[in-house]
């Protein structure tokens, strides 16, 4: 692994392109429970969310992503969320050229209805639409939408709706297609999308990677070890890679640890517990993966040292204790985590869907910090123009500037 104090590096890398999380109910100082299988919790001043994530907070967030170089903001579906549409819709007007990473979810709406939106939100917004298709594997979800197909039946039917939707945008003929989940005859768009979207999809079962073989344009994984994703893409040659994890990013290592144990502050052992067994009734493979890390809880101990959560230099399994879905973050001085996204591109990686807390603050760690030292390195970075392959560090700035 590369080290902040060698000299820039030159030599070809791929480019590297970013996206930001757009939290759905509250933004905080501390870890937010919830997500995927797990219970919604908040801790701020006297118990209190420290901020409402309402429309002027969106719109400070899709701004600081845009003025930050973010290619998109991912929106997130499901029963902890607003309708992913309506907020992409709502931030168009006040962005300029920030995509938008809309999460869908086959089964919610029928076939057409979906590619209908999309094909809608392609032509308002100007081809700034990818869609992030997530299948789903929480069973009181299912429950809660009326879904009652089975876990296998599922990534079938997410494989019918993928199918529909590119003949939907694609075709000039009515569209007539028997599938076991998805029967329809004369089906099309008034206005077919000049650019087809963006597929971007996730998951570690079996099923989940012959779907994302077939139809992703970037497979997305959480967090887990860099050799461990880079198996999991090595079974996916035709797909980019994507990963979808936290940032803690500050200017010195302690500085960023001792945010990471900031996050942990008001949690408490039974909170842990009580967050685990919700999460462990997940149906996802990859929510299972990720649980395993930190032995679904079992390694922590409130007032311990938080490093003790590391399963890798760097990369931190406190967010997971507490929130399902990604649960793991890239923690350390800007310098560090630009070395553990060049571990992550060296096997495989070139898209990363980042958050973090409070997500206003943190777009401006990553932006202002971590991406120019990526460039440093000779990593290009969408939006970012050429690396900065002779540019000094920061530490070298400050000191040039302290003895003139």
């Not at 989940?208 to 090595?234: C, F, I, M, Q, S």
């Not at 949690?267 to 930190?294: G, M």
Request: charged share 25%; net charge negative.
């Amino acid at each position: 692994m590369p080290r902040h104090d060698e000299p820039p590096q030159t030599s070809f890398h791929p480019e590297l392109t970013f996206h930001w999380y757009l939290p759905p109910f509250v933004d905080s100082r501390y870890v937010v429970g919830g997500g995927p299988g797990g219970r919604v919790a908040a801790h701020g001043r006297d118990g209190l969310p420290d901020r409402a994530v309402d429309g002027r907070y969106l719109t400070q967030l899709a701004l600081a992503a845009e003025q930050n170089g973010f290619d998109s903001v991912l929106i997130p579906v499901g029963l902890w969320c607003e309708d992913p549409w309506l907020i992409a819709t709502s931030l168009l007007g006040v962005t300029e050229r920030l995509k938008f990473l809309v999460a869908v979810r086959p089964g919610l709406a029928t076939a057409l209805k979906e590619a209908q939106s999309a094909a809608t939100f392609q032509r308002l917004s100007g081809n700034r639409l990818i869609i992030n298709v997530v299948t789903g594997g929480e069973p009181a979800q299912q429950r809660a939408t009326g879904d009652r197909v089975p876990k296998a039946e599922r990534y079938e039917r997410t494989a019918e709706y993928l199918d529909v939707w590119k003949q939907l945008w694609t075709s000039s003929e009515p569209v007539d297609y028997a599938g076991r989940h998805v029967d329809i005859r004369g089906a099309r768009l008034p206005v077919r999308p000049e650019t087809v979207p963006s597929v971007y999809f996730s998951g570690s079962s079996p099923e989940a990677v012959r779907v994302a073989a077939d139809h992703a344009d970037t497979y997305l994984t959480w967090g887990e070890r860099p050799r461990d994703v880079g198996k999991k893409l090595r079974d996916l040659p035709g797909a980019r890679g994507g990963l979808r994890v936290h940032v803690i990013a500050r200017e010195t290592s302690d500085q960023a640890w001792d945010a990471a144990a900031q996050l942990l502050t008001h949690v408490s052992e039974s909170d842990v517990r009580a967050a685990q067994e919700a999460i462990a009734s997940s149906e996802s493979e990859s929510q299972r993966r990720i649980a395993e890390l930190h032995g679904r809880g079992s390694v922590f101990r409130q007032g311990d040292d938080v490093r003790a959560l590391q399963i890798h230099p760097g990369l931190w399994t406190g967010v997971g204790l507490v929130r399902g879905g990604a649960g793991t973050a890239l923690v350390g001085s800007y310098d560090e985590v630009a070395d553990l996204i060049a571990e992550y591109q060296h096997e495989g990686i070139t898209e990363f869907v980042l958050s973090g807390y409070p997500h206003l603050e943190e777009t401006y760690h990553v932006g202002e910090g971590v991406i120019p030292a990526l460039r440093r390195r000779g990593y290009p970075v969408t939006h970012h123009g050429g690396p900065l392959t002779s540019a000094p560090a920061p530490q070298q700035q400050r000191q040039e500037v302290k003895s003139a």
